[in-house]
């Protein structure tokens, strides 16, 4: 396993470094935040881009102990976006449940299990219910409904 470790905490995990995850990292990183990638493959780690200055774990995200090393007990979120939605869900339950984190996010392809709950602090994001709404408000010009 190899730690780029950086001195601050309170920052975003990210799960996953495929399109989405090293999307997510290469644009919060510009924006200034805190970032910590974990992934399984360190061959996915070379998807960020040279001037990514965040952390860079490799290892499985449902481990405790590699979240422990991205620094989940000092983070503000995390977002599970592996490219499996069964590996998403449990990690974002995981730092739901285990770590009481308030805003994590878990990417799932299904639509049907994408199903929100109020009694935990997790959200899960479907991209193709994202597409639809956006395809509905572009064409339709629906107005956005407000987040619960």
Avoid at 78 to 103: E, G
Wanted: with cysteine; aromatic share 4%.
């Amino acid at each position: 396993m190899r730690l780029f470790v950086k001195e601050k905490s309170n920052g975003l995990i990210i799960v996953g470094c495929g399109r989405l995850g090293s999307s997510l990292a290469r644009t919060m990183a510009e924006e200034g935040q805190n970032v910590t990638v974990i992934d399984c493959d360190e061959n996915a780690l070379q998807k960020l881009p040279a001037s990514y200055e965040g952390c860079s774990v490799i290892g499985d995200g449902t481990d405790t102990d590699i979240l422990e090393t991205a620094g989940i007990r000092h983070a503000a979120a995390l977002i599970a976006a592996t490219d499996d939605d069964a590996a998403n869900i449990m990690i974002a339950q995981i730092a739901s449940r285990h770590y009481q984190l308030k805003n994590v996010i878990a990417y799932v392809e299904n639509t049907s299990k994408a199903v929100n709950s109020p009694e935990i602090n997790m959200i899960m994001i479907s991209p193709t219910i994202l597409s639809v709404k956006e395809a509905q408000k572009i064409l339709f010009h629906v107005k956005e409904e407000k987040a619960v």
